[in-house]
């Protein structure tokens, strides 16, 4: 059995080379536990070589090769694809945006590969190696014999069997190994932590591992909001207003924020899933009314998720308006936004729904589901249009159809992949529309026309001029504003990055500039928050511009959030809140009757005791800060370790987790959406048309909800305030 031992031992010796290089050049010296990875190297070792040993030796050795180059462009592309997305590269990836991905990242793959090309090379050496080996006739690919092939088979069957020994184990055992891989099924935590074989291993067979429970299970509350600082501003009880000699007392709504929902007939689904989804719904604690209640109410309202914002991106004199907006409105000192599977899309998934994305494309696979509860559906409810716009293709990650289901009128500037018969109606004329990446400036200039007369209106920016690559060559917003920054102590990526957001900060200086001229910004509310963190910047520049340590912590997703409106006094909040807190938390500053129950985010101002939560189930409260890859748990100042209260937080945790998946994936909004009275039955119609402004007559094919631009016509804050809540 020599020579089938020898391709055995090359193949299993590739396996375990390529993955110390893989996980060197993105790991660099952290952790890596084998314990699923060697039963999948050897299965895979042994059934390279199997189907090598039946022809002759001519054609074993082009299967051979064959074989080789598929093995060192697995660990390539995924070395690539984390160097630049600092994410696995998952078969959901190439399905959906594959084609995409070629047009729209070309210049990122060049640049990922160039930064990649010394572990590149590495990764070639098993190649070079085995052409040696078989000049030098070390390694022989002659046909094998029935006992060699009997023993190939039983070295994957060994390999095969270990493999589900391992996970059985882990199952029985509560293993962490079982719920990362099996259950729980972070990408990025498993092949950082087990491999690359067992994360492609993994992809391919889907969920297929059963889980000891659903984490559906009644949801398990905590204590609320309970800071240990003195100077609490008390937002649950009641304000004395006099009237001459007599004090009244104005007794603060606190009610909680809920829907009628007839859970009777929601429980009574003919779906086990749905009962049980419907069950956690009911068993969760809503958040209340507060004094920000209705502070917006009436006003227009325009948001924005800005490509790759950061804190870094803010100074005061190269971006003033992001500056002032910053520090002004509500400002919010621990506000994070973390990094999810697809990036941009996952972030706007986050920031629309107020739910946490489930694997990848949530966005995408959520254009078919019934969505009565977003922003453009509680607007629509006061007959207000809701626009959204992008500065890039309309057809990238299907927003064209995802976007018009949440309820906007959506169009971006450029058609993409689409037909310009059905879908030309929705691309905007934009100046310079073509730049890479393109400028918000000229985004905001190409469509505010379009709904700055309307007498209200809710409108959804989706940026770009932030996007990678930060340098100043293949970056054209970096490259226009590159002397702005030229004085900067930072790297070339430090300084480009600043630059390119320039452009972002122009586009709100000129956003409330027309606000003000045209009478509306008194009226209107800004809110921004980031997709992701500019992810594609090296962590030692990205560490430059922040001035502090950021690799391996979870520092490196905090940012901002703007809430402002010019008219407001600063309010100062100090509760941890991420992204998933934004949207409910706008439906209770405008007023809008919803239920806090239907998101896994929470209203930041509210009484509710926070929850930040990450990708990994890493998770930040007022009380305990948990790092689930470095295993760390730090308790805040004045609070004291309390197991029983970080387990209920894990649970948590887990529950907000499936709950949110299986809204997703199992349309549970339309079963709620049936299951409300008369009055609130199809809140939004998925026909509705808003009144458009004036545009150039629609060709025959044109959708519904297409629109045109029309043609373009020619701050303040007070006293601080802090809260807790």
Not at 42 to 71: C, D, E, P, Q, Y
Not at 93 to 111: C, F, H, P, Q, S
Not at 133 to 157: P, Q, V
Not at 398 to 413: Q, V
């Amino acid at each position: 059995m020599g020579s089938m031992l020898r391709v055995f031992f090359m193949f299993l010796g590739t396996y375990i080379y390529m993955e110390a290089v893989y996980h060197f050049g993105c790991f660099g010296l952290k952790g890596f536990q084998p314990i699923i990875a060697v039963p999948v190297w050897a299965a895979w070792s042994a059934l390279a070589a199997f189907f090598m040993g039946f022809l002759r030796k001519k054609t074993n050795r082009i299967i051979f090769w064959i074989v080789m180059a598929a093995v060192y462009l697995t660990f390539a592309s995924q070395l690539v694809y984390m160097k630049i997305f600092r994410q696995p590269l998952l078969v959901s990836a190439i399905v959906n945006t594959g084609k995409d991905a070629l047009t729209n990242y070309w210049r990122e793959a060049l640049t990922g590969i160039l930064h990649a090309s010394p572990y590149l090379l590495l990764l070639a050496v098993p190649l070079v190696a085995a052409g040696l080996l078989l000049r030098w006739k070390k390694l022989t690919l002659k046909s094998h014999t029935s006992g060699e092939r009997l023993g190939n088979a039983g070295f994957f069957a060994g390999g095969l069997v270990l493999y589900l020994v391992v996970l059985t184990a882990g199952y029985f055992g509560d293993a962490l190994y079982y719920e990362d891989y099996g259950s729980f099924y972070d990408p990025e935590g498993v092949i950082s932590r087990y491999g690359v074989a067992p994360s492609v291993l993994r992809d391919f067979l889907g969920n297929i591992f059963p889980e000891k429970s659903d984490g559906l299970e009644v949801y398990e509350d905590v204590p609320a909001y309970a800071p240990v600082d003195d100077g609490v501003v008390d937002i649950s009880g009641s304000d004395a207003v006099s009237d001459g000699d007599a004090v009244i007392e104005e007794v603060l709504d606190t009610s909680p924020n809920v829907l009628p929902i007839d859970f009777a007939g929601l429980t009574a689904a003919d779906s086990d899933t749905i009962v049980k989804v419907a069950e956690y719904m009911q068993s969760m604690t809503p958040t209340n009314r507060n004094e920000y209640t209705g502070m917006f109410e009436g006003y227009n309202l325009i948001y924005l998720t800005a490509e790759g914002f950061s804190p870094y991106a803010v100074d005061e004199n190269l971006t003033p308006t992001l500056y002032k907006l910053v520090h002004s409105g509500f400002v919010f000192d621990e506000f994070y936004v973390p990094l999810w599977s697809t990036s941009t899309s996952d972030g706007e998934y986050t920031n629309c729904t107020g739910l946490i994305p489930d694997q990848m494309h949530s966005m995408k696979r959520s254009k078919d589901n019934a969505m009565p509860f977003t922003l453009p559906a509680f607007f629509s409810l006061e007959g207000v249009n809701s626009y959204a716009f992008h500065d890039n293709s309309l057809s990238y990650y299907d927003r064209n159809l995802s976007h018009p289901n949440l309820g906007y009128n959506f169009m971006a500037s450029k058609l993409g992949d689409l037909e310009e018969s059905k879908w030309g109606g929705q691309v905007f004329e934009m100046e310079n529309a073509n730049y890479w990446p393109a400028s918000d400036l000229d985004m905001m200039k190409a469509t505010m026309p379009i709904y700055i007369n309307d007498e209200r209106f809710h409108v959804y920016y989706m940026t770009v001029s932030g996007h990678m690559n930060y340098n100043f060559a293949g970056n054209k917003m970096s490259a226009m504003h590159k002397e702005e920054v030229s004085q900067l102590p930072y790297s070339e990526e430090g300084r480009a990055y600043i630059a390119c957001n320039i452009e972002l900060d122009l586009a709100l200086e000129y956003m409330i500039e027309e606000l003000d001229r045209a009478g509306k910004l008194e009226n209107t509310v800004i809110c921004l928050s980031a997709d992701h963190y500019p992810y594609a910047m090296e962590v030692a520049n990205l560490e430059e511009l922040a001035g502090k340590p950021l690799d391996g912590t979870l520092d490196i997703y905090r940012n901002n959030l703007i809430l402002w409106n010019s008219e407001m006094e600063t309010v100062e909040v100090t509760k941890p809140a991420s992204s998933v807190d934004i949207l409910p938390t706008l439906l209770n500053l405008f007023g809008f009757e919803y239920d806090s129950r239907l998101y896994a985010g929470r209203d930041i101002l509210s009484d509710s005791a926070p929850l930040v939560i990450f990708k990994d189930r890493s998770f930040i409260t007022d009380r305990v800060i948990y790092n689930s890859k470095s295993k760390e748990i730090v308790w805040r100042e004045g609070w004291e370790e309390d197991e029983e209260y970080f387990e209920a937080i894990r649970s948590q945790v887990k529950g907000l987790y499936n709950y949110s998946a299986n809204i997703l994936n199992n349309d549970f909004y339309r079963y709620v959406e049936e299951n409300l009275p008369e009055e609130y039955h199809s809140r939004v119609d998925p026909e509705w048309t808003a009144p458009k402004p004036p545009a150039p007559s629609p060709s025959p094919e044109e959708t519904p909800t297409q629109t045109a631009p029309a043609e373009e016509t020619g701050d303040g804050s007070g006293q601080e305030e802090e809260i807790y809540g």
